[in-house]
């Protein structure tokens, strides 16, 4: 069992940064993919961008590649998500997740995070 949680959601103006990070609860934080995904009002759930246990494999959706980086310090059992280059359309709740192997698809992940909002005004 993994327990999640965001924070460093907020609102900000378009071109600014924002940095979210993911706690994790548990001893065995490097042994799981970790994502961060994304859910607009009134749209689907969406990949942003998933990293592997060890943090050397990762995968990006083509509307942040660029402009969002991810990391993962497993000795603290958290992930951050650096967000530069914010756009209006990157507004949404963004919630972090962990898996029992690396996948872009949302349904493979089997702990979710509560979300933190992410707005950016133009």
């Known amino acids: 069992q993994v327990h999640l949680v965001e924070s460093g959601g907020g609102l900000v103006q378009a071109g600014g ?16 993919a970790m994502g961060w995904f994304r859910q607009a009002p009134g749209k689907e759930r969406e990949l942003v961008v998933v990293v592997s246990g060890s943090g050397g494999r990762t995968y990006y959706a083509d509307s942040v590649k660029g402009r969002f980086t991810i990391s993962r310090d497993n000795a ?5 998500l650096q967000m530069n280059s914010l756009k209006p359309e990157d507004t949404a709740v963004y919630y972090c997740a962990a898996g029992f192997a690396w996948s872009t698809y949302s349904r493979d992940y089997a702990y979710w995070g509560q979300g933190t909002q992410v707005t950016v005004s133009s």
């Open 17 to 32: 940064s924002l940095r979210l990070s993911c706690a994790a609860s548990g001893r065995t934080f490097s042994s799981y």
């Open 76 to 80: 603290k059992n958290t992930m951050y």
